[in-house]
């Protein structure tokens, strides 16, 4: 079974601070994801990577980016967190952007607290 | 523009009775089309997805979703609800081909009454 683990569950951090979220997949697979998901509006894509080194924005990357070093790890990185990035934040993996077997595995989430 | 809609919060349905689900989307060229379940404090799973084929897709835990070109939708369908299917239901489709990003309903909580 494809495994995608997430460095933390749950996280709280102070207003201004640098936040690093952790995501490694266990499955080789080229495309990697970060979304953030809030009540009432789903899972909105924040980057997306389909290579080592390669990444594309979102819906809503404004206040994050993102570094693919080695191709199981994903990282998301808050600059600055503010209040209105807290959130559920998931990662996701998939194997290529061309095969069929294209469907998302998620890992279990990390629910940031921004004060 | 490319959606996805999922139109109803919450579905109540008590156990044993069959359950729908409801999506609607729009995408230029043919889609492809998937179901996510999430149950509380975990990630997404995959449920199904329709690529081409058969209209009717059958999935994990007695799930099935029927795709309808002319209406387009796509929705989530079980003949006996349990108990345990209570969870958050997720929508997503993908414009093919070589499109990477998908695009996510706003999900529907299902909640099966014993």
């Known amino acids: 079974d494809v495994k995608v683990t997430q460095s933390s569950r749950y996280l709280v951090k102070r207003t201004g601070e640098k936040v690093f979220l952790e995501c490694v997949q266990d499955m080789d697979h080229e495309n990697m994801f970060w979304y953030r998901q809030d009540p009432g509006l789903g899972l909105r894509l924040i980057y997306f990577s389909y290579d080592v080194k390669m990444k594309e924005k979102g819906d809503i990357p404004e206040g994050y980016s993102v570094s693919r070093e080695k191709k199981e790890r994903f990282s998301l990185i808050l600059e600055s967190a503010s209040t209105n990035q807290t959130s559920m934040y998931l990662c996701?993996?998939?194997?290529?952007?061309?095969?069929?077997?294209?469907?998302?595995?998620f890992g279990p989430g990390t629910r940031l607290t921004v004060l | 523009a490319q959606s996805v809609a999922q139109p109803e919060d919450q579905v109540n349905v008590a156990e044993g009775n069959p359950l729908t689900v409801k999506c609607t989307y729009s995408?230029?060229?043919?889609?492809?089309l998937f179901w996510y379940v999430q149950y509380p404090n975990r990630g997404l799973q995959f449920l199904l997805k329709?690529?081409?084929?058969?209209?009717l897709v059958k999935g994990s835990y007695g799930f099935e979703a029927e795709f309808n070109k002319s209406q387009t939708s796509f929705h989530l369908k079980k003949p006996s609800a349990l108990v345990s299917d209570s969870a958050l239901y997720f929508c997503a489709v993908r414009a093919r081909p070589g499109t990477y990003k998908y695009i996510f309903g706003t999900g529907t909580r299902l909640k099966v009454l014993a």
């Open positions: 329709y690529i081409t084929g058969d209209n």
């Open positions: 995408v230029s060229g043919n889609p492809y």
């Open positions: 996701a993996s998939s194997f290529s952007r061309e095969s069929v077997y294209n469907e998302q595995f």
